[in-house]
């Protein structure tokens, strides 16, 4: 027998999904015009005639940027730093948060350690000691100098460490009893067990790596050193015609400043499209099961 919903539930569904429905669109209208704007004509994204459809539909200014060395150098520096930061960054936070998840018998520095942690959430040295340090190290102008100075993050070593924390006990003695050690039971239990929470700190880090662009422009001395959000942070605030022959007439017919730089975003937006469908099924329930410790 199939009860009916109350007409107050009812109406509030409606509009709790009418108002999702419209933010979702929202969100993703910029997307969309983006899109759109990249495969237009130049002359049409110059008069303001795109909207969310092309006009003048060509490929031109994807073409473009294709055979543009210093886009594809730039997109490959971000490729390097996106495996290597999130490699680097996901091997420390497992090694930092299981340490950390134990009890105070078991650890006996662990309370120590995790307020030592915290307290760099709360206070920072600042940009220029920062920035020093990298330099002293010998770090400028390499891939090093963006992978290190991030690679592990308290709010993701919190996350994991709260999700082994409420992982059974049970497991860990009993592999114990088996005669396994610290790092048998870490990489074979925990390990396995954790991968929604994984996945979690994982998508975090590897958005922060594709997206972050103020610390290739910091420390890249050389334009051709930087990573490809730094890359585009510099043509979007100037034109970016420099990229376009100006003896190439017909090349210049079909695109612009405007549809070359909107088909070099799309370009650098569409590993994170492609990657987050994949990792959005552990995403929910990493952060749910990895915030709240009873």
Known sequence: MTSRLPTGRRLFLILNY????????????????????????????????????????????????????????????????????????LFLTIITAYPLSKEPRAFQWRTWYTWFFVFTILFSGGLIPWYMTIRTLGLMDTIWALVLPGALSVFNVILLLNFYRGLPKELDESARMDGAGHFRVLWSIYVPLSMPALATVGLFTLVGHWNSWFDGLVLMNRPENYPLQTFLQTIVIMRDMRFISSEDVELLRKISDRTSTAAQIFVASFPILLIYPFLQRFFIKGIVMGSVKE
Request: a negative charge; charged letters at 10%.
């Open 18 to 89: 009418t108002f999702l429905t419209t933010l979702s669109f929202l969100c993703i209208l910029p997307l969309i015009h983006i899109l759109a704007l990249s495969f237009s004509s130049g002359a049409a994204a110059a008069a303001g005639e795109v909207s969310l459809w092309p006009v003048d539909f060509n490929t031109a200014a994807y073409e473009n940027i294709m055979n543009k060395q210093e886009y594809l150098t730039a997109f490959w520096i971000s490729v390097k730093r996106l495996v290597l930061g999130t490699s680097i960054s």
